[in-house]
């Protein structure tokens, strides 16, 4: 069921239920992505169309933040409750250690992504890791070619936002990949 705030259509779902949404989007071929929007990013989609299109395509739209909860609260369609898109990546890692999935850390300053690797790499050490970059690139077709070639399952897309929105919507045919992630600035906090 989905929830609307300030236009954008939100998943009503818990943790556990993101969760299982995201195992179901592993098993299928086509590349899905799922979109993680606070309030800011809900109010930037308020006036701007494309990009609350972008939010509204994508398989997975996540209350990240008390902000989202509380707006739905008050236009009396209240959300089950937050998922933050730093938690879900976190409970993610624990599926694709469990699965055997793989995992690419795409953005960030340069640095950042492989130590988020290697911070996950403590908590989960069965995890596979098969890539990482960092987010400041001129151009996309090496980054699509390089997240291709390490045969990677499941992306953390961390550019910002719109950047990491528009990457995955407009490359999800481009790229091999079962699940993107759109996660702001959760890498430089995997990175510690
Ligand atoms: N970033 C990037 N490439 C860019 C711009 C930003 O990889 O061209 C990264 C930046 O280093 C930071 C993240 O994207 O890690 C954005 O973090 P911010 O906290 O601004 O985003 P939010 O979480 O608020 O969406």
């Known amino acids: 069921m989905k929830t609307n705030v300030l236009g954008v259509q939100y998943d009503n779902v818990t943790m556990a239920e993101a969760l299982d949404t995201a195992r179901a989007l592993l098993q299928r071929p086509e590349a899905s992505y799922c979109v ?8 930037e989609a308020l006036h701007d169309e494309s990009f609350r299109a972008i939010l509204n395509e994508a398989s997975l739209v996540l209350p990240d933040g008390a902000g989202v909860v509380l707006g739905a609260k008050i236009l009396r369609t209240p959300l089950k409750e937050k998922v933050a898109g730093i938690d879900f990546a976190a409970n993610l890692l624990g599926v694709l250690e469990e699965t055997g ?33 960092d987010g400041y690139f001129r151009d996309e077709a090496p980054v699509i070619a390089r997240i291709n070639e390490a045969r990677a399952d499941v992306v953390f897309v961390c550019l910002g936002a719109p950047k990491q929105e528009c990457f995955m919507h407009d490359h999800r045919a481009e790229l091999n990949v079962r699940l993107m992630i759109g996660l702001g600035g959760s890498l430089d906090g995997f990175a510690g």
Request: proline letters at 7%.
């Open 101 to 133: 999935g793989r995992l690419y850390l795409l953005g960030g300053k340069p640095g950042i992504a492989e130590q988020a690797a290697e911070n996950m790499k403590k908590t989960h050490p069965k995890l596979c890791i098969c890539g990482t970059a």
């Open 36 to 43: 993680t929007p606070n309030a800011e990013m809900a109010y």
